[in-house]
């Protein structure tokens, strides 16, 4: 039997469909509209497309999007004193500064300079730390978003093993934290692990989180498992290029029980969290 097609593009509209009615309500009330404040320093054409599909979506529920567009240069001086600025604005419930940064800014200083109160990104080491100890934080976008969809198909993970491929800060460790703490057996493989294939094997649910397309094949999937695509990779298609996951999608689908495609899978689900996070941000502040 073919997998189930975990669609999430369909779970994201529906997502801030809701996300819109909150901000309605708040609105109706007399509220301020909750604010999203985006840092983009540079010109790399990925993080330009993600930074206006953000700015659209954010207004597109009645949010307020603030955007900085900076030159590559600007220094961590600039980029520092804009988000000291960001921390203290009360309009400001959320501060994203878009990935990678030019390799003159240091990220991490830049990361632990957003008020944790306002990290929607999950990315601050006091969010991380909280997440890691069962806290309330706030979760990176990517990792939320995929267990929205893994719990579309099923609600309780408890006892399963989850096999999550890649140790990225964004993805891979959030992502293991979150399968733990809905009682999953995790297992966290990378670029050194021997046996890949035999360790994806044994994955009631597989995320793949590694940026290499393709990667995942027949001989990682068990029979039935939830198979979780992060990635997104632009290959050529000809004359053209065209959107591939981590996973081969055609090889995978007719072993595994539920699968995300590329596209229309975990990435519709980033930005929606954003919004969701920001939010929560809101509403946490309104008390
Ligand atoms: N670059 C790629 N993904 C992300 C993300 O989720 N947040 C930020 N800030 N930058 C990114």
Redesign the pocket.
Known sequence: MPATLIDGKAVAASLRAKLAMRVAAHVAAGKRAPGLAVMLVGEDPA?QV?VASKAKQTTEIGMVSIEHKLPVETSQADLLARIAKLNADPSVDGI?????LPPHIDADAIIEAIDPAKDV?G?HPVNVGRLATGGKAFV???PRGSMRLIRTVRADLSGLHAVVVGRSN?VGKPMAQLLLAANCTVTIAHSRTTDLPGICRQADILVAAVGRPLMLNAAHVKPGAIVIDVGINRVPAGEKTKLVGDVDFEAVRGIAGAITPVPGGVGPM?IAC?LENTLDSYELKLG
């Open positions: 993080s993600y994203l500064v878009q990935l990678p990104d990315f990176p976008c990517t964004i980033t954003l």
